[in-house]
């Protein structure tokens, strides 16, 4: 496995050494001590969700204040623009993002180290996605920042209006949200 840096230096994109033939492909999707040698994190994950969203659907941007979650985030089908924003007050990064393209093709993973916001809007006519966390979700502690919050200054690639459920079209500004310290 590949890791290449973001501009956030804590969040990391993983590229796994697929193998291949006539047959189709092999690739080796999560192997903890790899992780954690690469990451410098240890690989303990408690949750795995999976999702599947139509093409213009946006996803986010949550996190949670209580019980934060890295999360681990990769693609099965289709592709996402995938967002992760920097809510420690102490990191020189505060406030800043990262875009990645996530997709079955590339078959890369993200890794959003706790402390982080995360959201992504489908690219493709449809995709799911899958990713591990290092926290269970607690509804009592998930918050959500506006999607198009002018501060973030997010280019979402969207060809439409985005499809957002109601908990991501009320979200709230960076300046008005809680964060870490």
């Given at each position: 496995?590949?890791?290449?840096?973001?501009?956030?230096?804590?969040?990391?994109?993983?590229?796994?050494?697929?193998?291949?033939?006539?047959?189709?492909?092999?690739?080796?999707?999560?192997?903890?001590?790899?992780?954690?040698?690469?990451t410098?994190?240890?690989?303990i994950?408690?949750?795995?969700?999976?999702?599947?969203?139509?093409?213009?659907?946006?996803?986010?941007?949550?996190?949670?204040?209580?019980?934060?979650?890295?999360?681990?985030?990769?693609?099965?089908?289709?592709?996402?623009?995938?967002?992760?924003?920097d809510?420690?007050?102490?990191?020189?990064?505060?406030?800043?993002?990262?875009?990645?393209?996530?997709?079955?093709?590339?078959?890369?993973?993200?890794?959003?180290?706790?402390?982080?916001?995360?959201?992504?809007?489908?690219?493709?006519?449809?995709?799911?996605?899958?990713?591990?966390t290092?926290?269970?979700?607690?509804?009592?502690?998930?918050?959500?920042?506006?999607?198009?919050?002018?501060?973030?200054?997010?280019?979402?690639?969207?060809?439409?209006?985005?499809?957002?459920?109601?908990?991501?079209?009320?979200?709230?500004?960076?300046?008005?949200?809680?964060?870490?310290?």
């Open positions: 496995m590949n890791v290449r840096p973001t501009v956030i230096t804590d969040v990391l994109v993983l590229e796994p050494q697929v193998s291949g033939d006539d047959r189709g492909f092999f690739f080796e999707s999560f192997n903890a001590r790899d992780f954690e040698q690469l410098g994190t240890p690989a994950f408690v949750q795995d969700n999976h999702s599947k969203s139509a093409k213009n659907v946006l996803r986010g941007l949550h996190y949670q204040i209580r019980q934060p979650q890295g999360k681990l985030v990769r693609v099965l089908a289709g592709a996402i623009y995938d967002v992760v924003v809510l420690r007050r102490s990191s020189p990064f505060f406030g800043k993002s990262v875009a990645v393209e996530l997709s079955a093709e590339n078959r890369r993973q993200l890794w959003v180290p706790p402390g982080f916001a995360h959201g992504f809007v489908v690219t493709s006519e449809t995709a799911e996605c899958a990713y591990k290092t926290d269970y979700w607690a509804p009592e502690y998930e918050r959500t920042i506006l999607w198009n919050d002018p501060s973030l200054n997010i280019d979402w690639p969207l060809t439409a209006a985005p499809i957002l459920s109601s908990k991501d079209s009320q979200g709230i500004m960076l300046a008005d949200a809680e964060t870490f310290a």
